[in-house]
Each structure stands twice: as structure tokens, then as C-alpha cells.
């Protein structure tokens, strides 16, 4: 089948599609947008995590065909002409990067959870935001510290 | 003796990884992030049995679903030689012939246009077996044991007339489950085939290794094969051996003709790429009532794959933990049906440590005496096994400030005694000596006319921030910007670099950076020998010094010469020269190589009616020489905290007892920490830069893990006067 989906702004179109292949695997695969990774396809560590009109998702766990005529955000997405996101440079300020490969999923959830906050998060909130992305190498301290920056807090 | 080059400036400063950058964006690219015009995909077919013989593997479903372009087998697969030996014996070659020997070994691997059509395509395959009963149980009486596997069993004293007479004895039998690294990248190979060329794109760790293991495996000239792996999506020692899975990703391309991905599964990463290994050990101790060891035994049996090799000594630290006259460490290992154990994360050391330091808890008790002036009282001022001195040791100092940190003071020693609410508190203390280890390595530098630099070894940046810390550190041997300072590893034609692992490849990579660029200054030395005009003429190394991107006279500051300068005036594009470094000898250096030290301090929080236990925080004062950057070398020491943690509370590979299948091989079923696991971590380093190696650092990729678990036991015992021997400890441990 044929998927049409605008991907960071751009309508793009990927042909053959497989009914069971992932949004993930049409976004990696077939699109040459390898930001998003795959570390379980099954929706258990959020490495995956996109922008699906609007709403953080487990890639891995969107069957293409349900993003036909949607809205995805990748991390590739993020960054504008003038440099990183603040949520990006905060990330590589505080050394909330080591590997990286869970990297691209936890900047899109941090992306979403301050822009979905009204006020400033607390510590409880952004671990409970953060819940659902696992990270081997930080041991996720210096990851809170990097969204602490990002929101602004005087602690980050 | 080596000499220290501590200089103030870039190193050690906390800069920001390099790689940042790109990680942040989406846009580093690990080895599944590649791909290629026509590229096919392959998925693997595994034993469902741990031991006996394929019977009958019928394929024909499997060529007839829709995109396959082969299925691989035993049957139809041409011979593959076995890889070389890396100081440990390589997997078999795959698909040779009929013999299963653990559940999850390759039987078959099918080709298609696209992921999806390979994996529907794999389960096409229908395999049938001849079971034999597999061996998974150390107790089982057919099974081969091994005794001192590396020679690394140690002696000294009189361990049986000291123990036998000592005022106090103490003896028990310490746990602990297998664990699996699941680095959060998945084990991908991407090959690609240009006639007899052969590219690799891998998750490993050593570059320069697995070249040669494909070659070989292959019948290949070295040179033919290239392998690379800018990034990598983390590996904990996963990537330190010549998978199967790799040749058979090289062998798949070969068959169809076309490039060929393979990405492991998160279920294949628990069979395909290694992992800790259990360990039953006993210690047995003998002190006098002051508290002074006399006696120290340690004995330990691993499993270990049936036809597998794995180094992991987990008595031999304990041999120069501490000062004692009377010491015997054994090693045994047990061969088993099951999948390959390999290095995780400090190996040995964390089963190891966690016996010893339980032990050293439990003694303490027995003599009335705190645990932490128990360690002290028996510090070792030498190496007691080698009888030579430390290369550095400040054991002592993080003991000191861990304890003023964590606020040791306010322990009151009976257990149960210390309560916030409802909650039990528990402190834990446990000490570290992490073990030595160093490997020969290469690097080039090369200065180009613009003045910038590149620096390059075939070595990886598994997350460790090696292209950062080599970057600050070649920006410092040639007195350039980092901005004006490139390296660049993960390229198997780069000149030959040390394995990411033993936390020795900062002390490998970073002496041959070093050399490299003193020669490149030699070098440019030379270009200026006989020419009248360069204030550097006739200048020797040792007259000379670097700065502001250029070389200038030590005696006279102002006179010197730009690079870039001295590379115009000579009509000369750019300059390179080479470096090496091979281990000290300790016996040559008349000192007992040191490895990183540390000192642990853990606050447990038991709710007793509900079960939950909690590590509230973890203070960790660590020894490791110079540090290089201070950001990376605190995330690492968080990260490995984590990771021990984990291995403290959560991590355990079950095996099926009655087939040999790891039963929780995805993280629903085997649990790593997440963010509400969290303590409060607080990590302080204390020392000076290590004697043993020019650059003076101890590695700190894997003492971060090691102790935590034994730190944690402690705590728990000390809230709960419960003592748990076994990780992980769960609720039903404590209740």
C-alpha cells in the first residue's frame, strides 16, 4: 500500500508499504529518517518516540497505515535554523547524552512534557513524563538535570 | 619510572561531549541507522531445544513466502573457518552442522526484500530436533568443571593453620543471578559486498579484532575487510567478541548478492551477544578480636557455555583487597547448555566484590566493630600479592570523604535501630579495588595547513566519551583549540586500537594519542632542522613547548612558529606521524599496577508492613587518577551506580530449569532501572594522576558498578537485621 504522511513539515510517500509494518519501520526504512530507534518493538522503552499529530507516541507500536494523511514529528523535526532546541542543548549541557540511543525518544518526550506543562515541572512529574523511556548508560540523573534546565527551573 | 603529564588546561575540564551534537539531533548514525540501494534483510531462526541434534529442517515455506530471496542452513551453507582467538576462544563459526548446544543457537537465517517478509518468512521454518537432556544446573553430576581456568588462583601464607587458630572465624556462601547487558541499542550488522571488498557495519566494541575475525572466518586478506562503528548504541562488553550474528549478516549478503541488514531482536539479545554470568562463592575469613585478618579464602564457581571460554575471575580481587597474610582465591567454572556468558560490566568483579564486602560486613558484626573501621584497619599500604607498591592508592581518602559526606557518623549500629516514620533506614558501606588492565594501541595525528588537526585510532565510543576526552587530550599535546581538534575512531582503517573494554582503553588510546602527537611535534621540528628563518631551528623536543597553535621555545616564549606557518614556508600539505603504546611491566616499573579505587555509601529505606524497599541515596568517592573531563567521567560513574543497582535489586536472567530457554528476554520481563529507581547520587573523586601509564588515568567505565550491590546487602541488614546473600534481593528475601 502506498502511506502519505507529512514527516517534520514535508509531505512524504512511501510505496509497498506491508499492512504490518510500524510507522517506526516506514520512518527508519523506507524514509531515510533513522532518528527514532529501535531498541524493543514493543513499546516497552519509548526509543522510539514520535510526534503523531501533536501526541508523543511509541512509533514501534503505530501500524503505518494509522499515520496515513497524519502529522508526524521526529527529533530530526526539532531543531531550527538557528541551532539546537533548548530541550537539545540542555541535553548535551548538562551530559544527559551517553550512548545516545535513547537519546532521540527522551528529547521528543521532554519536547512534549514542557510544552504540554502549564507550569514548571516538578521532579515527580517529569520522572513520572519520563517513566516509559529506559536509558542503560545515564543512570537518568543528569537526564532530570537537563530537563530541569529546559524548563527553566534555577536548580537545572 | 613513567612520567606524569599533568598539565592545567583543557583536560580535565567538564566540556560537553563532542557528540552531542548529533546524538541530540537524530543525526549519528549507529550501525542499523545505515542502509544502502537494494539492501536486503535478514532474520534469524533459533533451537528451541539446549542440546541434541537438528532432525529434519524443512525450508521449503519459508523460499515460498512472499520477498525471500534465501534461507541459509546447515545444510546448504558453505564451510566457514573459526575466527581467531582474542585471548579468548571466538564463537564457532555458524550453521556448520547439526549439533545444538544451547536454546537460541542459529539454525537458520532467511534473506528477504524487507525486514518484515524475512521475520514472517523465518517462521516458515520448521525445524524438528533429536533432544539429548541438556545440562543447566551446576549441581548436575554429568557436568565438566574446570579449575583455575586462567591461572589467575592465588596462595600465600598458611590459609588452613590461620584460620584454624584465628580468635574469630567467619564463613558463608554469597549469590548472584546471571545478568544480561541489554544496552539499549540492538545488535545490528550491515554488510556489504564489492567483489572480494567487504564492509561491515557492527555494533562492536574492537574494530581492529573483529576485522581480523571476519577475515579469517571469511578466508579473506585482512585488508579486504573494513568494519565500522562511529557510534554505538551502548554494549557493556557485549561487543568484545566475533558474534555469530555477524557472520552470518556477511555471509547472507555474499548468498543473494545484495547488501544485507541484520538487527538482533531484544528476545535474540539475551541469546545472541553474551551475558554475566551466575556465581556461587564461599568466603571464609579469620581475624583477631582487634580486628585483624588473618585468614581470607575466597572460592567461586561460574557457569560457563558448554563449548564456550569466558574470563571472569571473581575470587582474584580479593586477593589484594586488603592486607593479610594468610589469603587462597580459587576459581571454577561449570560447562552448561547455555547460551554464551561474555564480559557485562565489570566482570568477575561485581560477583566478587559483592561476596567479599558482604563478608567484610558480617565479620564486623561478629567483632562488635564498624564495618568501615574494619576496612580500615585492614587497608593493604602495598599490593599484597605482588609485594610492590600501589601505582597509586587513596582507598583511604574516599572511605574519609565518603563517610564526612554520607554523614557515616550518625549510624547507630544495631540493626532496626534507625527509623523515619515508618520506614526502616539502613546504612551500607562497601570498598572497591577494581582490578588493572591494558592493551597495546595506535593513533595518528595529523596537522593539515589550516592549522587543524585530526587524530584518529580503529578504537570505540561506546557512550564513554572517548571522542571527546581524546579530543581534549590531543588538543592539549599540540596546543590547539578543541575547536581546531577532530578524532575520529570507529574505522577498522585506522591505525590498530585497543578493545573499549577492562576500563583500560583511556590509559591504551590515550598514551598513543600522547606519543602520536609528540612525534608529530618532532616531526615538525625536523621540517625546521636547517632552515635559517624558523626561530625553531635546531630546537630539540625537549627544548620546545606548544600553545595557541604553534611551537615555541621554552626559554623564549615569543619565539616560535605557527603550524600552519611552518607547513606554507616548507610547501608541505599536511604532517602526520603515528604513535604507540603497550603496557608498563610492573616488575620493569617496580610498582603494582592500580586500577580505579572506591568507596560506597548506601541509605536503604524499608517500609516493613508493606515490603518496599527504596535506595534513597548513594555516595560514591572514587580514586581514578586523573580525570579527563569531569562530566563524562561523573555520568559514567552514575550510569555504572545504576547498573549496580540493578544488579543489586532487579536484574536476573530466568532459565527455563526443565528446557534451557531464558524465559524473560524482553524488558516487560527482565527489569533494568527506570526513573523512579532513582536515588540521590552524589560522586566525588579524590586522588592523584596513576604512575603506571603517561596519561594518568585509572578507567572509570566499570568501577561505577561494582560494590553497590554489597553496599546495598549491608544497608539492608543493617534497616532490617535481615542479611540477604543473594541478588537480586527481592521482597520475598526480605519478608
Not at chain 2, 537524530?26 to 542440546?51: C, E, H, Q, W
Not at chain 2, 537432556?133 to 598458611?158: F, H, K, N, V, Y
Not at chain 2, 552470518?248 to 547488501?259: F, H, K, W
Amino acid at each position: 500500500m502506498r502511506v502519505t504522511v507529512t514527516v517534520n513539515g514535508e509531505e512524504r510517500i512511501a510505496d509497498d508499504v506491508w499492512e504490518g509494518e510500524s510507522l517506526l519501520y516506514v520512518l527508519r526504512e523506507r524514509l531515510g529518517l533513522p532518528g527514532a530507534k529501535n531498541a524493543c518493538e514493543q513499546g516497552e522503552c519509548g526509543s522510539c518516540t514520535v510526534y503523531l499529530d501533536g501526541v508523543p507516541v511509541c512509533a514501534c507500536l503505530v501500524a503505518a497505515g494509522q499515520a496515513e494523511s497524519r502529522t508526524v514529528v521526529t527529533v530530526e523535526g526539532l531543531a531550527s535554523d538557528e541551532g539546537l532546541h533548548p530541550v537539545q542543548q540542555a541535553f548535551v549541557e548538562c551530559g544527559a547524552v551517553q550512548c545516545g540511543f535513547c537519546t532521540p525518544g527522551l528529547i521528543v518526550q521532554t519536547h512534549a512534557l514542557l510544552a504540554a506543562s502549564e507550569g514548571v515541572p516538578s521532579d515527580l512529574e517529569i520522572r513520572e513524563a519520563l517513566a516509559g523511556n529506559l536509558c542503560r548508560c545515564t543512570g537518568y540523573e543528569k537526564i532530570l538535570d537537563a530537563v530541569r534546565q529546559a524548563a527553566g527551573r534555577a536548580d537545572g | 619510572m613513567t612520567t606524569v603529564e599533568q598539565r592545567t588546561g583543557l583536560v580535565g575540564q567538564g566540556v560537553d561531549r563532542v557528540d552531542g551534537p548529533l546524538k541530540v539531533t537524530g543525526a549519528a548514525r549507529y550501525p542499523n541507522d545505515f542502509s544502502y540501494p537494494d539492501l536486503a534483510y535478514a532474520a534469524l531462526v533459533r533451537s528451541t531445544v539446549a542440546a541434541g541434534r537438528i532432525s529434519r529442517l524443512d525450508t521449503a515455506a519459508a523460499l515460498a513466502s512472499p520477498g525471500v530471496l534465501a534461507v541459509i542452513t546447515h545444510q546448504n551453507a558453505p564451510r566457514l573457518e573459526r575466527a581467531p582467538d582474542s585471548g579468548l576462544t571466538a564463537p564457532p563459526p555458524p550453521l556448520q552442522d547439526d549439533r545444538i548446544t544451547f536454546h537460541g543457537q542459529y539454525v537458520a537465517v532467511v534473506v528477504a526484500d524487507s525486514a518484515e517478509e524475512a521475520t514472517a518468512a523465518a517462521r516458515r521454518v520448521e525445524a524438528e530436533y533429536e533432544p539429548a537432556e541438556p545440562i543447566l544446573d551446576m549441581g548436575d553430576p554429568r557436568a565438566e568443571w574446570i579449575t583455575d581456568p586462567w591461572g589467575t588462583d592465588s596462595s600465600r601464607g598458611d590459609l588452613k593453620g590461620a584460620l584454624a587458630s584465628a580468635e574469630v572465624r567467619f564463613e558463608a556462601t554469597y549469590t548472584t543471578a546471571a545478568n544480561s547487558n541489554s544496552p539499549m541499542g540492538l545488535f545490528s550488522t550491515v554488510a556489504v559486498w564489492d567483489g572480494d571488498d567487504l564492509t561491515i557495519h557492527d555494533s562492536t566494541q574492537w574494530p581492529s579484532y573483529l576485522r581480523k575475525a571476519i577475515a579469517q572466518v571469511f578466508s579473506l586478506p585482512e585488508g579486504n575487510v573494513r568494519v565500522l562503528c562511529p557510534y554505538v548504541g551502548g554494549a557493556f562488553g557485549a561487543g568484545l567478541r566475533a558474534w555469530p550474528h555477524i557472520m552470518l549478516a556477511a555471509l547472507a549478503a555474499r548468498t543473494v548478492g545484495r547488501p544485507v541488514k541484520l538487527v538482533l531482536t531484544r528476545p535474540e539479545m539475551f541469546t545472541g551477544v553474551g551475558h554475566r554470568t551466575a556465581s556461587e562463592q564461599c568466603v571464609k575469613l579469620g581475624a583477631t578480636r582487634d580486628g585483624r585478618l588473618v585468614a581470607l579464602a575466597h572460592e567461586s564457581t561460574t557457569p560457563l557455555q558448554i563449548e564456550g571460554t569466558q574470563f571472569e575471575p571473581c575470587t582474584a580481587g580479593s586477593a589484594s583487597a586488603y592486607a593479610c597474610p594468610n589469603v587462597i582465591t580459587r576459581d571454577r567454572q561449570v560447562r552448561l547448555n547455555i547460551p554464551w556468558c561474555n564480559f557485562m560490566r565489570a566482570p568477575g568483579e561485581a560477583q566478587g566484590n559483592f561476596a567479599l564486602e558482604s563478608a567484610m560486613d558480617e565479620l564486623a558484626y561478629e567483632l562488635g566493630m564498624d564495618p568501615l573501621e574494619l576496612r580500615l584497619r585492614n587497608y593493604s599500604e602495598d599490593n599484597p600479592r605482588l609485594e610492590l607498591p600501589w601505582s597509586s592508592k587513596s582507598l583511604r581518602e574516599c572511605y574519609e570523604v565518603g563517610a564526612e559526606r554520607f554523614g557515616w557518623s550518625r549510624r547507630s549500629p544495631e540493626p532496626g535501630s534507625m527509623r523515619d516514620g515508618d520506614s526502616l533506614i539502613g546504612y551500607g558501606v562497601a570498598g572497591v579495588s577494581f582490578f588493572w588492565y591494558q592493551e597495546p594501541c595506535e593513533a595518528r595525528a595529523t596537522l593539515r595547513k589550516d592549522g587543524t588537526a585530526v587524530v584518529r585510532s580503529a578504537v570505540t565510543d561506546i557512550g564513554t566519551g572517548t571522542y571527546t576526552v581524546m579530543t581534549q587530550l590531543s588538543a592539549e599535546c599540540l596546543g590547539l583549540d578543541m575547536a581546531h581538534v577532530t578524532f575520529e575512531l570507529g574505522d577498522s582503517d585506522l591505525p590498530a586500537g585497543a578493545a573499549a573494554g577492562g576500563s583500560g582503553l583511556t590509559a591504551a588510546v590515550g598514551s598513543a594519542v600522547q606519543a602520536a602527537c609528540r612525534n608529530l611535534v618532532r616531526a615538525f621540528l625536523d621540517t625546521v632542522r636547517d632552515d635559517p628563518t624558523s626561530p625553531l631551528q635546531g630546537c630539540t623536543i625537549d627544548e620546545v613547548s606548544v600553545g595557541g597553535g604553534r611551537i615555541h621555545r621554552i626559554d623564549a616564549p615569543e619565539s616560535g612558529e605557527a603550524y600552519a606557518d611552518i607547513l606554507a614556508a616548507h610547501g608541505i600539505g599536511e604532517l602526520s606521524a603515528d604513535g604507540s603504546s603497550t603496557p608498563n611491566d610492573p616488575k620493569v616499573a617496580g610498582m603494582a599496577p592500580s586500577g580505579a579505587f572506591a568507596a560506597r555509601f548506601v541509605e536503604v529505606r524499608v517500609d516493613p508492613d508493606l515490603g518496599l524497599m527504596q535506595v534513597a541515596r548513594v555516595v560514591s568517592v572514587v580514586d581514578a587518577g586523573r580525570i579527563l573531563n569531569e562530566k563524562t567521567a561523573t555520568s559514567q560513574i552514575m550510569g555504572g551506580t545504576v547498573g549496580g543497582i540493578g544488579m543489586a535489586m532487579l536484574e536476573e536472567i530466568v532459565t527455563d530449569p526443565g528446557t534451557g530457554r531464558v524465559a524473560n528476554a524482553t524488558f516487560g520481563d527482565y527489569l533494568i532501572p527506570v526513573n523512579a529507581d532513582i536515588p540521590d547520587m552524589e560522586v566525588a573523586f579524590v586522588g592523584r594522576p596513576d604512575r603506571f601509564n603517561s596519561v594518568g588515568v585509572k578507567g572509570v567505565g566499570e568501577i561505577g558498578l561494582v560494590g553497590i550491590g554489597a553496599a546495598i546487602a549491608n544497608a539492608v541488614h543493617h534497616a532490617t537485621g535481615r542479611r540477604v546473600r543473594s541478588l537480586p534481593i527481592t521482597i520475598e528475601q526480605l519478608f
